[in-house]
């Protein structure tokens, strides 16, 4: 599809559309192209602009069967962008409280900043006959349509989850809540959470996380008491698992494979000060400037690592890991609450070269890993293939892999625990540990 250039002049409306087609159209992500918008709009049409773009991408199936009943022909070209307008004024007439006046008036109106100003009528009789014919208050039989996710996963998630699959695919569709980790480096939960009563700031400490603070109303991060003095992280409670579950020790060298934005290396250095080094890798330099600068916030020195951990004889001096925390690449179908994009950015074929790579990094990470020594395997998937059935795998090739429980109910089958979106208001995420043997 036709790359189609960011509208010359601001608009709320059309500069939703243009996200929207760029996802969609272009396969570019979220965050990506919000961050291009954004950056010429003020902080509460922000907002709005994120709130529309996100929610759009939740209903595209139902969204897409509404405009297949009400648009005789579908638009093509440069155009193309004129039917995610035309999706996103649906979506306002039905999911918001934005007025009908102000989402029929202000949607064709934007339809000029997207070059569509002789499709003006057609969006306005688009979305009038919409409300003429109440197609929003008929029932949806198809159950893809229902989910709002593509086909191909919703079947993937049936298959593999058939008793948890409506929860699955219902709470992949609630914005997720927003949580914190505590620096403990800088100051203590008691402390924080006075700091955030001072301001009146909602929130809740689940008793699951030692350093967690859940925020019940949303809040701008950089706001917060002590953000700029790195008092906290943004991080999901299943994220703040992997650095326990490491339980890195005074003295130990440590790898966090897969590193960037840095989530986790902030969180094992805050568990355990007097490392001897917390090695952060990842192949990515844009995304490592990001470790950069977190660290910098949260005041952390890690070792920062350019690499392809699938190569070690690119970068590895020869001096074993103690631990490894191996956070791979993958489908990130867990985190569809947090990311509702990735639902569309993905792509069948993607599982199958992700599993390779997986299965690539992870016999890497075993070489450097010292005799005695621990990894965890992470991933923000739902998919046994990236998950139970990639460790299990491993441990059928590496005969000197002995695995270790996290949570009651694993088995050599389906080792590792799986952890689904929304539980325990938790991302979906999935957690293994296998220790070296020495013998
Ligand atoms: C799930 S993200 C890591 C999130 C991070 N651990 C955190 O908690 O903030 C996966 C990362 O793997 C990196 N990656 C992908 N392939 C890689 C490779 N071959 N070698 C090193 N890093 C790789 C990506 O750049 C991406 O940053």
Redesign the pocket.
Known sequence: MKSIPLPKQKNLRADCAWVIYQILEQGRSSRDVLARVQRRHNAKDNAWIQEMSLGVLRQVPLLQSWLRTLLDRPLKGDKKAIEHLIMLGLYQLTFTRVSEHAAVGETVNAASYLGGIKLKGLVNAILRNFTRQELASKPIEDPVIQSGMPKWLFKLIHQHYPDHAADILHNSNQPAPLWLRVNRHKTTLAAFCESLDALNVSYTCPDTHPDAVILTKRHEVTALPGFSQGWFAV?DGA?QL?APFLSAQPGERIL??????????GHIIEQCSDLAQCVA????DS?LAR?KENMARLDHNPTVLC?????PDTWWDGSYFDRI?L????S?TGVIRRHPDIRWLRKPADIEALTQ?QA??FDAMWTVLKPGGTLVY???SILPAENSEQVAQFLSRHPDAVWQPLKEGETEDAPGWQILPGEQQMDGFYYARLVKSTG
């Open positions: 991080q994220a992997a966090d494979c897969c590193a960037a934005p840095g989530g986790k290396t890798l990842d192949a990515d995304r470790v690499a392809d951990a699938s190569e925390l956070d791979a690449p993958c990130a790579l690539k990094i992470a991933t923000c």
